[in-house]
C-alpha cells in the first residue's frame, strides 16, 4: 500500500486556515460584549466600555443579562456628567421589550458618578425607554469644586460627595418611587455651578449631615430634609479679584417638610434654634416658617409665607414670582407687635411695633407705627412714655 503525504503546501494552507478558524473563534467569544457597546454608544451619544457581559438567560420569553465594570465619557447631551462608572448592570426583559425599549427590571450596583461644571448644549429629544422597575443603589456622586474667585480668607471649598438610592416603578410612562440622599458636608456653591454660570453667587449655604428623602408618583411628590446645622454665608466683592465672606445666619437642626401636588406646593421649615449673625449674634428657639406657592398665569408664581419668631406676634409675605425673568412681581406684607428690645438691642427702647408693606405701581409703600414705651442708656432708665404713644414712620421705595 502506498502512502502518499500531503503536500508543504497544503500542510501550511490548512494549518493556516485553521489558525484564522481558531482566531476568529477566540474573536467572536467578544462580539455581543462590543456589539453591546455599540448600541449603547449610538443610543447615549457617549464612549462606552463594558469590562465583561454575562447572558444568564436567552430563552424565547426571557433576556437575562449582567454588564459588569462599565464606565460611559463624554456623553454628548449631559456635558456636566464626566464620567460614570458601575461595578454591575441587572437586566431583565424580552427580545420584544428590547426591541420596544421595554425593560422588565433594570438594576445598577455600585455606580460612581463625576460630576463638573460644563456649557449648556443643544439637547437631542430621545423617548424614554420603559423600566417596569428601576434600583440604583449604592450610588456615589462626585461633584467638582465651583469655580470662583479667592476670597479674602479663603475657605477652599473641596468636592462634593453624596450618598444616594433611588427606587422607581413604572420609568418611562406613570412613575412612583423614592429617593435618598445623604451627605456629610454640603456646600451650595458646587450644586449652583452645575446650572448657573455665575462664578461668584451672592448667597451660599452649608449644610452639615444632610439627609433628604423624597417619595413620588406621577402628579405629586413628598419630601422631608433635614441636617444637624445650616450656614449662610453672604459673599460680596471686596477688590476686582477677591471677595468677602460673611456668616448672615446659622439654623441648629433645621428640618423640611414639603409637599407638592400640581399645581401647588406646602411647605414647613423649623429648626432647635435660628442665630441671625447679621443682627449681633441674636438667638431665637424653635423658629418655624410655613408657606405656600401656587402656578399663576404663565411664568409667575403666587407665595404665602407666614414667619413665626420670638418677638413677633404676626408676620405674613406674599407676592408673585416671574421665573422667566427672576424677579419680583408684585409684593405685599405685614407684621404686628415686633419686640422692639428684642429686635432692635442697639436702639436702646423697649415697646413694640407693626409695619406694613403694600405695592402701589412702579413704588412699595412701608409704613411702620412704632409704640415706645421706655428709652435707656445701658441700664439706665432715662424716659417712660405715657401709655398709648405712638410714633409712625412711611417712605416709599422703587420697585422694579
Not at 262 to 280: K, V, Y
Request: charged content about 25%; glycine content about 6%; hydrophobic content about 40%.
Amino acid at each position: 500500500m502506498r502512502i502518499t503525504w500531503p503536500s508543504t503546501q497544503k500542510v501550511t494552507a490548512l494549518g493556516g486556515v485553521a489558525l484564522a478558524l481558531a482566531v476568529a473563534l477566540w474573536l467572536a467569544r467578544d462580539l455581543p460584549r462590543r456589539s453591546v457597546e455599540r448600541f449603547l454608544e449610538a443610543q447615549l451619544g457617549a464612549r462606552v466600555e463594558i469590562g465583561e457581559l454575562v447572558l444568564r438567560d436567552l430563552s424565547r420569553d426571557d433576556v437575562k443579562a449582567d454588564l459588569r465594570a462599565v464606565r460611559i465619557t463624554r456623553i454628548r447631551d449631559t456635558p456636566i456628567v464626566e464620567e460614570l462608572r458601575i461595578a454591575e448592570i441587572a437586566l431583565e426583559s424580552s427580545w420584544r421589550g428590547l426591541f420596544r425599549s421595554h425593560l422588565r427590571s433594570l438594576t445598577l450596583r455600585g455606580l460612581e458618578a463625576k460630576l463638573a461644571p460644563a456649557p449648556e448644549v443643544e439637547r437631542e429629544e430621545r423617548p424614554l425607554p420603559i423600566i417596569d422597575r428601576l434600583v440604583v443603589e449604592p450610588a456615589s456622586l462626585r461633584i467638582a469644586a465651583a469655580p470662583g474667585r479667592p476670597t479674602s480668607e479663603p475657605t477652599s471649598e473641596p468636592a462634593t460627595e453624596l450618598q444616594a438610592s433611588l427606587r422607581v416603578e413604572g420609568f418611562g410612562q406613570s412613575p412612583r418611587g423614592s429617593l435618598t440622599v445623604r451627605s456629610s458636608r454640603l456646600p451650595s456653591a458646587p450644586l449652583m455651578a452645575l446650572t448657573d454660570d455665575s462664578a461668584t453667587p451672592p448667597l451660599l449655604a452649608r449644610l452639615d449631615d444632610a439627609h433628604l428623602e423624597v417619595s413620588f408618583d406621577a402628579t405629586s411628590a413628598t419630601v422631608n430634609a433635614s441636617a444637624n446645622r445650616v450656614q449662610l454665608i453672604r459673599r460680596a466683592p471686596l477688590t476686582e479679584q477677591q471677595t468677602t465672606e460673611q456668616q448672615v445666619l446659622e439654623l441648629a437642626s433645621p428640618r423640611l417638610e414639603l409637599d407638592s401636588q400640581t399645581e401647588r406646593i406646602d411647605f414647613e421649615l423649623s429648626a432647635d434654634q435660628l442665630e441671625l449673625t447679621a443682627l449681633d449674634g441674636a438667638q431665637f428657639a424653635e423658629p418655624r416658617l410655613v408657606g405656600s406657592m401656587t402656578q399663576g398665569s404663565g411664568e409667575r408664581l403666587r407665595f404665602q409665607l407666614t414667619p413665626r419668631l420670638e418677638g413677633i406676634d404676626r408676620a405674613q409675605l406674599s407676592g408673585e414670582w416671574d421665573r422667566e425673568q427672576a424677579r419680583l412681581v408684585t409684593v405685599a406684607g405685614k407684621l404686628e407687635a415686633l419686640d422692639l428690645a428684642r429686635w432692635m438691642p442697639a436702639a436702646a427702647v423697649t415697646g413694640t411695633a407693626d409695619a406694613q408693606l403694600t405695592h402701589r405701581g412702579d413704588v412699595v409703600g412701608v409704613t411702620v407705627t412704632l409704640r415706645p414705651q421706655e428709652l435707656h442708656s445701658g441700664s439706665e432708665r432715662i424716659l417712660t412714655l405715657a401709655e398709648g404713644a405712638t410714633v409712625e414712620l412711611s417712605t416709599e421705595l422703587p420697585f422694579a
